[in-house]
């Protein structure tokens, strides 16, 4: 039987979404040990909805800082070798935890794996699905609890996108190994509220951060660009 795995959900002003999120983790076929659910300071009925759902383990409050700082604080409530992460309008297929357990257990290598998403928007009360993308983000992410300690905290930059690209890229310069498999396992709602919703230019500027302090973290250890 795989290990057992924990989920962090930084989550802000969710009130409207986060509870078909924690559902699909309780629908799990294998369920997590301790789902933590981080409140970012969210200044809607959030926290309230997920204690009345009764759904979570353990939720905590803290001021707004962003959603690296909110997923940094669950590092501490961690107790299982594997963690997952969600984000708090995302859903997961029935099968993803089961599917990347067995594929960390079974590559001893691997410290920690990631799949495709699959975009839907919900329409006229209708949900509309896109084609599935390959996803470097929070909600297709599972690794080994021994990497939190690893790579250290999840640190949110400008527009508060580009922190889990920023995280993973130091993790490999730390030789954490990533993998990265071909199957849609969650789904990635779009909508307004998102924080990757749409283009724009502030929000942006955290991925081209992260990239930036990459390409200077190389260039400081010596290796060509």
């Known amino acids: 039987m795989p290990a057992s795995y924990d989920v962090i959900i930084p989550a802000w002003n969710a009130q409207n979404t986060?509870?078909?999120?924690?559902?699909?983790?309780?629908?799990q076929t294998i369920k997590p040990n301790k789902i933590i659910v981080v409140d970012d300071g969210s200044s809607d009925e959030t926290r309230s909805v997920v204690l009345a759902s009764n759904l979570a383990s353990v939720v905590i409050s803290?001021?707004?800082?962003?959603?690296?700082?909110?997923?940094?604080r669950g590092f501490s409530e961690v107790e299982s070798q594997y963690v997952a992460f969600c984000d708090s309008d995302d859903i997961w297929l029935p099968h993803k935890s089961e599917i990347q357990l067995r594929y960390l257990e079974s590559h001893p290598s691997a410290d920690a794996v990631l799949?495709?998403?699959?975009p839907f928007r919900d329409i006229d009360k209708n949900r509309q699905f896109g084609n599935p993308l390959e996803t470097w983000g929070r909600s297709v992410l599972m690794v080994r609890a021994a990497a939190l300690q690893t790579i250290g905290p999840v640190i949110d930059k400008e527009g508060y996108t580009g922190e889990l690209i920023d995280w993973i890229a130091r993790g490999r310069e730390l030789s954490v190994k990533f993998d990265y498999m071909k199957e849609?396992?969650?789904?990635?709602?779009?909508?307004?509220?998102?924080?990757?919703?749409g283009r724009?230019?502030?929000?942006?500027?955290?991925y081209l951060q992260a990239a930036h302090e990459a390409l200077m973290r190389k260039r400081l250890r010596g290796e060509a660009l």
């Open 18 to 27: 986060i509870v078909e999120t924690l559902q699909s983790i309780i629908a």
């Open 62 to 72: 803290i001021e707004n800082q962003g959603p690296g700082a909110a997923t940094t």
């Open 115 to 118: 799949c495709d998403m699959t």
């Open 184 to 197: 849609a396992l969650a789904q990635r709602r779009i909508s307004s509220t998102s924080l990757s919703y």
């Open 200 to 206: 724009n230019a502030k929000r942006d500027v955290g």
